[in-house]
């Protein structure tokens, strides 16, 4: 088992920064992935961006050069660095973590930008 905990999240103005955090624990040794994804209200959720254990990023092109993912493994940790935050990243912010048997997913934290 994988467990996820994220913080980080908040309420920022148009054009601000918020980092979320997301710490994992449990059988860490089997995740070879980690990432980010999000779900606004009335959609679907979506991909935001992935990191894997050898540190190749992938990210949504909505959010391509605002957006950074990063983590520390001797922390466990995975981080994603949101600046230029537009109003249409309002959205719950989930952390997820890739094992060989399935995905597995935090609670999410809530993002909102707005005046």
């Known amino acids: 088992q994988v467990q996820l905990v994220e913080s980080g999240g908040g309420l920022v103005q148009p054009g601000g920064s918020l980092r979320l955090s997301c710490a994992a624990s449990?059988?860490?040794?089997?995740?070879?992935?980690m990432g980010w994804y999000r779900q606004a209200p009335g959609k679907e959720r979506e991909l935001v961006a992935t990191?894997?254990?050898?540190?190749?990023?992938n990210y949504a092109e909505s959010v391509k050069g605002r957006f950074t993912i990063s983590r520390d493994n001797a922390k466990n940790t995975v981080y994603l660095q949101m600046n230029s935050l537009k109003p249409e990243d309002t959205a719950v912010y989930y952390c997820?973590?890739?094992?060989?048997?399935?995905?597995?997913w935090g609670q999410g934290t809530q993002v909102t930008v707005s005046s």
């Open positions: 990191i894997t254990n050898a540190g190749k990023t």
């Open positions: 997820t973590a890739n094992t060989p048997t399935r995905l597995w």
């Open positions: 449990g059988s860490i040794f089997s995740i070879y992935a």
